[in-house]
């Protein structure tokens, strides 16, 4: 602890002069990050742009002004583009005790100004020279329509005189138009007077086209003072020297920022030698620390060995201890479950013993007199048919033979003779089915009392599992088979049949209110046995099938299913060391595919 705090002592100047430096350096880089020589190059090239925009406006408004333009497109692009170029000028940024910037922005306000009041200014020259353009094409067109109509009045000098009188019109306007002065607007103000007294006396159409004549000269006269006013005043707009004074304001301060950037890079000049001078000092102060540290790390690593060795030791007996210990537990788990489903099979072995046994008694008792109740009905109906050659024999007598046969329609015995043997043959059929349930009850009862591995037939197991849910799967859909030839497979047969017995109920739950199709199918491929039950029911969706071998997961209503059929079909597939596959699809049904080895690899 005396040793850190007398560390600390010695690093502390060395501390805050490194600190005092750092200030510094960050003072010089913030007040240098304000200068940017490309923002000024930008707003030069930018004010160089502007000035060669307004120059080509200028000259395509005299462009327009002497007919060379047909359209005013070019001074509405240039407008649009004179009207954003001020706008990207990049002022700088504001400095105490500093009033360039505050000047620029004034500047760059009065050019945006001056710029908006020549648009102006453009805007009404546009106005008038498409007047004064309309009414100068008048003119000639005029001129000759008046002309045509004094030559075809022929004789008449009036007539005559006005054609005259038009072209000398339009010669004075055209001259003054091109060539403004106080002769040619003598000129043209004589020839108007010539044509206005020269209307008296002339047809009134013709009058009228001398008039409208008249009145396109003065307007193109009016007009044209208006668009030369404009047109000196265009020129004369002080925009060049907003660009000039502009331009003069940023080199100003190009030049104090690189003055000021030249004495930025003195102090950095002094503050890096100092800095690297101070470097050297605490390189060498680590340099005799690192030293030390070297040292006793090599110290705690020879103890960080040791100790790593020891619990690398540790670890290793703790990582087999924990191995024993999960195999252990998954044995004893795997025996628990063998345990569990021994006794299970072998209690419903017992019951279905019991119950095989109860029903096998009266069986015996209904086949038996079945058999007796056919032998004596065949001796009853023989003496029936005797009463009935008998009833023929006393055709004499009409009232007995009428009351036999009133007797015998009234019995319906001729329907009787028909129905009896069709039920007997009826119950016989039933007692044979019960017969099959008994027998497949008895197999089943002693492969679960024996629980062992033996050979058995896949076909035949599946026949004893349907017949132990017959009832069942009968109301739901028909059965078919298409079995194979399989060979005989090594297994438990009781838990087989609890296998095909789960898959068999869930196809039958799967249907709807329709009665639906389950078909069975057996062989053999890739030197294994395999059975297939498949359903048209309702099927099942993709983000379902991965969970549908959990124990407790259904898909059915609450309190219609527990969710372990499938568990157990699983469970006994993996312990006969089988597959079990599922392809499924909504709508369509689901089909169940179990695979087994022929014979065991070995003890499972």
């Known amino acids: 602890m005396k040793g850190w705090r007398r560390a600390a002592r010695g690093w502390l100047p060395f501390a805050l002069l490194a600190a005092l430096l750092a200030g510094a ?8 990050r304000d200068y940017d020589a490309s923002s000024y190059a930008g707003n030069v090239a930018l004010l160089r742009q502007i000035k060669e925009l307004d120059a080509t406006w200028e000259l395509d408004v005299m462009k327009s002004r002497m007919g060379m333009n047909q359209n005013y497109d070019a001074l509405v692009a240039t407008q649009r583009e004179l009207e954003a170029l001020p706008q990207q000028v ?15 922005a004034a500047g760059v306000a009065a050019l945006r100004r001056e710029l908006a009041g020549k648009a102006a200014m453009i805007e009404l020259f546009k106005s008038h020279n498409a007047v004064l353009r309309n009414s100068l094409a008048y003119l000639p067109a005029a001129t000759g329509d008046i002309v045509e109509l004094g030559a075809s009045g022929a004789g008449r000098g009036g007539l005559r005189q006005a054609g005259v009188a038009a072209n000398k019109v339009l010669l004075a306007t055209l001259v003054h138009n091109e060539n403004a002065s106080d002769e040619t607007l003598f000129d043209m103000e004589l020839a108007l007077a010539v044509l206005s007294a020269g209307t008296r006396g002339l047809p009134p159409q013709l009058a009228q086209r001398l008039e409208l004549l008249g009145v396109h000269a003065r307007t193109v006269l ?18 060049e020297q907003h660009l000039d004074r502009i331009g003069d304001l940023l080199s100003a301060r190009q030049q104090s920022d690189t003055v000021q950037m030249q004495r930025h890079r003195l102090y950095l000049l002094l ?18 620390s690192h030293a030390i540290i070297q040292r006793v790390n090599q110290q705690l690593r ?4 040791g100790l790593e060795a020891a619990v690398r030791e540790r670890t290793g007996e703790l990582l087999r201890a924990n191995g024993q210990l999960h195999t252990e537990i998954a044995e004893r788990k795997q025996l628990e479950g063998r345990l569990v489903q021994s006794e299970k099979l072998a209690s419903v072995g017992q019951l279905a013993a019991g119950v095989a046994h109860e029903i096998n008694n009266p069986l015996a008792f209904l ?13 009853m109906f023989d003496m029936l048919a005797a009463y009935e050659e008998a009833e023929l024999a006393m055709a004499g007598s009409a009232d ?26 009826e119950s016989r059929e039933g007692m044979g089915r019960v017969s099959k349930i008994v027998l497949a009850l008895k197999e089943f009862a002693s492969s679960a009392a024996q629980q062992r591995w033996e050979l058995a037939d896949l076909n035949g197991c599946v ?11 009968d109301k739901a859909a028909v059965v078919d088979k298409h079995y194979g030839a399989p060979p005989p497979v090594e297994c438990m047969p009781a838990q087989l049949n609890q296998v095909v017995v789960n898959l068999l109920l869930n196809a039958s739950q799967a249907m709807g209110t329709q009665r639906g199709r389950i078909t069975l199918r057996t062989g053999t491929a890739g030197g294994q046995a395999w059975l297939e039950v498949a359903d048209d029911g309702c099927g099942m969706a993709a983000e379902v099938l991965p969970r549908i071998f959990d124990p407790f997961f259904t898909t059915r209503d609450i309190g219609q299913g527990t969710g372990l059929g499938l568990a157990l079909t699983y469970g006994i597939v993996q312990q006969h060391q089988g597959r079990i596959d599922v392809q499924s699809e909504p709508g369509k049904g689901s089909t169940f595919r179990v695979s087994l080895p022929l014979r065991r690899s070995g003890e499972i």
């Open 25 to 32: 350096l960050l003072y010089l880089y913030q007040d240098a």
């Open 90 to 104: 990049r002022l700088p940024p504001l400095r105490s005790g500093d009033a360039s910037t505050e000047a620029l």
């Open 271 to 288: 503050l890096s030698a100092a800095l690297a001078a101070l470097l050297l000092y605490a390189a060498l102060r680590l340099v005799r």
């Open 302 to 305: 020879q103890a960080n060995e």
């Open 463 to 473: 026949d004893a599992a349907l017949h132990s849910v017959a009832a069942d799967v």
């Open 400 to 425: 007995v033979a009428a009351r036999l046969k009133e007797k015998r329609e009234r019995l319906e015995l001729a329907y009787l003779r028909e129905d009896i043997p069709a039920m007997l043959d």
């Open 222 to 239: 009016r007009e044209q003072r208006a668009v030369r006013d404009l047109l000196a005043a265009i020129v004369a707009a002080p925009v």
């Open 367 to 379: 086949a038996a007199n079945s058999a007796m109740l056919e032998r004596y009905l065949e001796r």
